[in-house]
């Protein structure tokens, strides 16, 4: 099994872990993208800068000021993103052509920036990020509040096109926002899925998400490979890659108890404000995750990222 799967991994133009036999099995469904048949239903989906209702999925696009007014596109956005989706299920911040896009039917998400239009609100990026949150904190889960539990977001994930002149750079993450009930910091755990960057530079990272439109939070963050401590992928999972590709590929990012408490030591060691943080996963809520393409873009520069996900799940597993 192990070595068919990696021979069509070859084929298919990527790599990917071998699935594992005594794989773990779902013991809970806290997410599944829901399907978008209706093109007001689509439409309602996609959001600016607005407090989003809560346990309901959006998708957002950040950092275009306080109104974000969003309007149908009759363009083809798919020429970029490698999805194409029936009239009235495409919409922007313009109506002109080539203007950034969100594509929504069925359980996929078509997403298309450009930072040219419109250029950031506020400082240098533009996150469009498919999301989901609890506001009301009693009812976000604790995955770990049980022994041998592990988290993990799985969808399928291609991106066609990246370009970047000057020093611009687009690229795509995926995250998962904690909040630790004693002490109430809330921390961003991260996996990187495309960067042109490469991987080496995205080893095991405590960061801050210090920019002008950022939430001040400590990040987290790793390529997503085999080498990371924090987050590892999930048998048959596509790895991080610095190049574009075309088909769909199945990402599985996993998080268990272990890898955690791991990236918590290494936060509080980074940062010894931070000492009053829990160090046990059990004490920890999920209370919001997203996949996150954004670009960056000093002034005088340009990117461009068109990408396509489909059905997003987030599981509790267990052996």
Known sequence: MKAALLILASLWGFTAIAADPAQQRVI???????????????????????HPQSERFYVRLGNYGKTTPLVPQTWNAGLYTGLQVPAGFQHGLSPEAGATAVQLHGRETGIWIDSDHPRPALGLLLPITPA????????APMPFKETGRELAMSFDLKVPTALAEGAAVPYVTMNFLFRDTHS???????????????????????HMDNWEGGTQLPILFSALNTQSQWLHPGPGSALFSDKPFTQYRPISVRVSAAGLRAALLA????????????????????????????????????ARLGLALRDVRVELLAP
Do not use: C
């Not at 989901?132 to 009812?139: F, G, T, V």
């Not at 670009?295 to 340009?302: D, K, L, N």
């Open 132 to 139: 989901y949150w609890w506001w009301d904190l009693s009812r």
């Open 267 to 302: 936060m509080k060691k980074a940062r010894p404000k931070l000492v009053a943080v829990s160090e046990d996963p059990r004490d920890y809520q999920l209370i919001h995750f997203n996949i996150n393409p954004e670009v960056y873009a000093p002034t005088g520069s340009r």
């Open 28 to 50: 809970e469904t806290i997410f599944r993208q829901p399907e978008l048949n209706d093109a007001q239903a689509a439409q309602a989906s996609v959001i600016g800068e607005v």
């Open 184 to 206: 109430q910091q809330q921390l961003w755990l991260a996996a990187t899925l495309y960067d042109p960057r490469g991987e080496s530079r995205l080893p095991d990272t405590v």
